[in-house]
């Protein structure tokens, strides 16, 4: 089996989103709102909601990358093409939203690449089996 482009490439996307959304999402999206009024426990499980979301990336990212190269055996490719899926979903999230809310939550222009490349990585994989 050759190594899966479209799984690399989701996966450095995938990796780029992760820092982005650990740093910069930290920096201008949680700290102001840690420094806001809300209410402590809403503050709480803002801050664990949004770094589940981050292991969630990093750990998607892993995956993507260790089925891009793994050359040696057959790719999970179930669990791959439901990832890509979620993907897909969550970007869907932040359309919605943003037409819904009439601004711009462009989280998706990430999320939507990552999830389409693990579906064709996903059919490649499939036809050189």
């Known amino acids: 089996m050759k190594k899966n482009k479209y799984w690399i490439i989701a996966g450095i996307i995938n990796i ?3 820092i ?9 999206l949680i ?7 809300i209410d402590l426990q809403i503050k709480t499980e803002l801050l664990g909601v949004w770094h589940v979301i981050t292991c969630v990336l990093f750990a998607s990212s892993i995956l993507y990358f260790k089925y891009g190269f ?17 993907y897909i979903a ?13 601004v711009l939550a462009s989280q998706w222009v ?3 690449p990552i999830g389409i490349l693990g579906i064709i990585g996903t059919k490649k994989s499939k036809t050189n089996a």
Do not use: C, R, W
């Not at 700290?31 to 009024?37: G, R, T, V």
């Not at 969550?90 to 009439?102: H, L, W």
């Open 90 to 102: 969550f970007s869907f999230v932040f359309i919605f939203s943003s037409v819904y809310k009439s």
């Open 110 to 112: 990430l999320l939507l």
């Open 70 to 86: 793994n050359t040696a055996k057959k790719a999970n490719i179930e669990l791959v093409s439901f990832i890509s899926y979620l």
């Open 20 to 28: 982005l959304h650990l740093i910069g999402g930290q920096i201008d």
């Open 31 to 37: 700290n102001p709102l840690m420094e806001s009024s």
């Open 16 to 18: 780029f989103t992760a």
